[in-house]
């Protein structure tokens, strides 16, 4: 029987794909990757406990550059710190409860706290594409990821959109020479709906090493290589982040 993730509703189950694609798109490689923002440090901190040194800022030349994403357009760029801010709020406001930390995996939060980055998401000819780059003092476990994705294969969400069901598969994830890679897709259906209407798709493409982490999300049926393009992404990052 497929695990349950729960939320309050506001929204009546129609309106779910459109809640859905705000929520994985515009926050794809964004608020959908969410976590807590960093907090303020206190200058009588306790001084046998410092908090964690701040992660060192991302340079933009870590971006892919604009020709690489094929006929992508209306490119709008955006800064983790604001965003993962902005997203820590609205998840306070919206109570969620975990099931067997399917809820991550569901909601794409591959960053956590004390993280800084930049990225692009774009429209693409069948949907949208976004790229993150992130230092990140509390890197993810990829390989746990991977793990936790596919035993959270099939699950139910009622949250504010409504009832959909996820199905995630993981995928092989492409080879990247000292780094730790993660691969796999997700459908969001509505429960019962006839196999002729698959439903929204993404695809998640993501490279992690020592405190870097490149992610590269898309929605919809854009066709692209993201595990291609999630390699260029971190050769071009390479570089400015000092790899």
């Not at 459908?187 to 798709?201: A, D, I, V």
Request: hydrophobic share 40%; net charge neutral; glycine share 8%.
């Amino acid at each position: 029987m497929a695990a349950r993730i729960r939320r309050t509703s506001r929204f009546s189950p129609p309106q779910w794909r459109g809640r859905a694609v705000a929520l994985v798109a515009s926050a794809a490689a964004v608020a959908t990757i969410s976590g807590a923002s960093g907090e303020s440090i206190q200058a009588a901190a306790t001084p046998t406990a410092p908090p964690p040194p701040a992660a060192p800022a991302v340079p933009p030349a870590a971006l892919l550059p604009p020709e690489t994403v094929p006929n992508a357009s209306a490119r709008d760029g955006f800064d983790l710190g604001r965003v993962l801010s902005t997203s820590d709020i609205g998840s306070r406001v919206e109570s969620r409860i975990d099931v067997d930390g399917c809820e991550d995996v569901v909601h794409g939060k591959l960053v956590g706290a004390n993280a800084t980055g930049q990225g692009f998401q774009s429209a693409v000819p069948g949907g949208q594409v976004s790229e993150l780059v992130a230092r990140t003092t509390n890197p993810p476990d990829l390989t746990a990821w991977a793990g936790q994705a596919a035993r959270c294969s099939k699950v139910t969400v009622d949250d504010a959109a409504g009832t959909a069901v996820s199905t995630v598969t993981v995928h092989p994830a492409p080879a990247v020479p000292n780094a730790k890679t993660l691969s796999y897709e997700q459908f969001l259906t509505l429960p019962g709906q006839p196999p002729e209407l698959p439903g929204l798709r993404l695809r998640t493409v993501a490279i992690a090493a020592d405190d870097v982490l490149v992610v590269l999300r898309d929605v919809g049926t854009t066709g692209l290589d993201l595990d291609a393009l999630a390699v260029t992404a971190w050769q071009h990052a390479a570089g400015p982040l000092g790899r």
